[in-house]
């Protein structure tokens, strides 16, 4: 089983920058595959980027294309997202998910979840 705790939101202007951490519990996380998807108050939730679990490829929506990164570091059981140029669009609660999908780069909503971490971004 594996545990996954969100970290590092918070209140910034646009423009701004942000790194989010997603921190797990319990066993390696080397062969789950991993993700950040977020939800606005009443939207529905979206896939924003996922990596992999061989960390060689990984996905980004649109929306986040050229802005956020996604990265992993195994040995810390730790999975980031830097987020640059940030909008007030991006204001939402951020998840973290992980899930063992074999060559799927992203897990999904059978997958292990975090509780979210808040990001406001004011204009």
């Known amino acids: 089983q594996v545990h996954l705790v969100e970290s590092g939101g918070d209140s910034v202007q646009a423009g701004g920058s942000l790194r989010l951490s997603c921190t797990a519990s319990?066993?390696?996380?080397?062969?789950?595959?991993m993700g950040w998807f977020r939800q606005a108050p009443g939207q529905a939730r979206e896939r924003i980027t996922c990596?992999?679990?061989?960390?060689?490829?990984?996905f980004y929506a649109a929306s986040v294309k050229d802005r956020f990164t996604i990265s992993r570091d195994n040995a810390k059981k730790t999975l980031y997202l830097q987020m640059d140029y940030l909008k007030p669009e991006d204001t939402a609660m951020y998840y973290c998910?992980?899930?063992?999908?074999?060559?799927?780069?992203?897990?999904?909503?059978?997958?292990?979840w975090g509780q979210g971490t808040q990001v406001t971004v004011s204009s």
């Open positions: 990596i992999h679990w061989s960390g060689t490829r990984s």
């Open positions: 319990g066993s390696a996380i080397d062969d789950y595959s």
């Open positions: 998910a992980a899930e063992k999908v074999g060559n799927r780069n992203c897990p999904t909503d059978s997958g292990h």
